[in-house]
């Protein structure tokens, strides 16, 4: 089992940058996937970004291709999320979430264990 610990978000002008950083507990975080998703009033949670159990794969959406950066430190328990070029439509609850696999998912359901959320909110 893992549990996430959320940092970072706040408030940020457009076209600035964030890191959102997610610590997790237990000594088999190596073996999980990690995911970012976020969630806006009144829309459903939505897939930002994974990166494998090693860091060596990551996807991403659409939507933040190019300016999110996901990241791993295994050796330290952490996961990272780096926004730049924020667009007020990036705000929104970010959450960090572990999968109990090796691999990368996109759909919240492949997510055993979740952070708690973090508010984003990029002004215009």
């Known amino acids: 089992q893992v549990q996430l610990v959320k940092s970072g978000g706040g408030l940020v002008q457009a076209g600035g940058s964030l890191r959102l950083s997610c610590a997790a507990s237990?000594?088999?975080?190596?073996?999980?996937?990690m995911g970012w998703f976020r969630q806006a009033p009144g829309k459903e949670r939505e897939f930002i970004a994974a990166?494998?159990?090693?860091?060596?794969?990551?996807d991403y959406a659409d939507s933040v291709k190019g300016r999110f950066t996901a990241s791993r430190d295994n050796a330290k328990n952490m996961v990272y999320l780096q926004m730049n070029s924020l667009k007020p439509e990036d705000t929104a609850v970010y959450y960090c979430?572990?999968?109990?696999?090796?691999?990368?998912?996109?759909?919240?359901?492949?997510?055993?264990?979740w952070g708690q959320g973090t508010q984003v909110t990029v002004s215009s």
């Open positions: 979430a572990a999968k109990e696999t090796y691999g990368v998912g996109i759909t919240p359901d492949q997510y055993a264990y």
């Open positions: 990166i494998n159990w090693s860091g060596s794969i990551t």
């Open positions: 237990g000594r088999t975080f190596s073996s999980y996937a």
